[in-house]
């Protein structure tokens, strides 16, 4: 079992910069690919960023490719979200997800994929 909690959201200007955290429990966290998602008021939710066991693997949605980047301290069981250069449609709650994968190279952009969930972090772009 995985558990997973969000930290670091809140409330930045257009322009702005914030990171957003995903600590991870459980002996086998480190072994997981992971990903970001996240849903706005009425949306859908939607891939953000992923990261394969081994970091080898990174793929990000077009919508925030160049501007917001995925990394992980194993070390710590820590998975990142550094958002650059934010915009009002930034504006989501962020979902850290975490899945077993067959190979270190794995990753995912389907929801369905992951296995483990956290409860997710507010993140709101003023403009």
């Known amino acids: 079992q995985v558990q997973l909690v969000e930290s670091g959201g809140g409330l930045v200007q257009a322009g702005g910069s914030l990171t957003v955290s995903c600590a991870a429990s459980?002996?086998?966290?480190?072994?997981?690919?992971m990903a970001w998602f996240r849903q706005a008021p009425g949306k859908e939710r939607e891939f953000v960023a992923a990261?394969?066991?081994?970091?080898?693997?990174?793929y990000y949605s077009d919508s925030v490719k160049g501007r917001f980047t995925i990394s992980r301290d194993n070390a710590k069981n820590t998975v990142y979200l550094k958002m650059n250069s934010l915009k009002p449609e930034d504006t989501a709650v962020y979902y850290c997800?975490?899945?077993?994968?067959?190979?270190?190279?794995?990753?995912?952009?389907?929801?369905?994929?992951?296995?483990?969930w956290g409860q997710g972090t507010q993140v709101t772009v003023s403009s």
């Open positions: 459980g002996r086998t966290a480190r072994s997981k690919a």
């Open positions: 990261m394969s066991m081994s970091g080898s693997k990174i």
């Open positions: 997800a975490a899945t077993t994968p067959y190979s270190t190279s794995y990753y995912s952009t389907e929801g369905p994929d992951y296995e483990y």
